[in-house]
Structures are given as C-alpha cells and as structure tokens.
C-alpha cells in the first residue's frame, strides 16, 4: 500500500525522450486514487517538483519505480513534462 499525503492521480505517458517524458493530462478522465465521482481542480499549479512513478506489475508484487520529476504543465496542450530522475543530480542541479 502506497500512503501519499499530496493529491496523486494516475495518467498515460505519450512520449519519452532523452530530454524527458510527456504525460497526457486528460482531466476529465484521470484515474483520481480514493477520489471516485469527484472533480479534481484543473488549475495544476504547484506540481513541479513532484514525483512521477511507473507501476510495475508483476504476480508475486505490484511495486511504484520513481521515474522522474514535474517540471511544466501546459493546459493549453493537455500534456504535463516531467525531468528524468537519473538527470536529477542529488542537490536538486539538472545533469
């Protein structure tokens, strides 16, 4: 069991690049964990900086694997950008 005390919510990556990874920000339509029925806030502001996770599914134990971080959020484009974790040095520093 995952225990976040920050709202989370669940979308689909569109692209991944060296540069990072493009997720789809389809509010209407986001997967909002413990949240059924409810609107989430469209306005996403204050997200940088928060975590992205890949699922990893396997029969013995579904796991979270840090991936990267937040960094723009564009809702005229419905797509949310997200820094590689490996490209983030230990004192915050883009590498």
């Not at 204050?46 to 579904?62: D, H, K, L, T, W």
């Not at 971080?69 to 797509?79: A, K, M, T």
Request: proline share 9%; net charge negative.
């Amino acid at each position: 069991t995952a225990d976040f005390p920050c709202p989370t919510f669940a979308t689909a990556v569109l692209a991944v690049s060296p540069e990072h990874i493009t997720l789809h920000v389809d509010l209407p339509n986001l997967l909002w964990p413990l949240h059924d029925g409810e609107k989430i806030n469209p306005e996403l502001g204050g997200q940088s900086g928060g975590p992205v996770f890949r699922v990893i599914e396997s029969a013995s134990i579904n796991r979270l694997e840090l991936v990267g971080f937040i960094y723009e959020y564009s809702p005229s484009l419905d797509v949310m950008f997200a820094r590689h974790a490996s490209r983030v040095a230990p004192d915050g520093q883009i590498v």
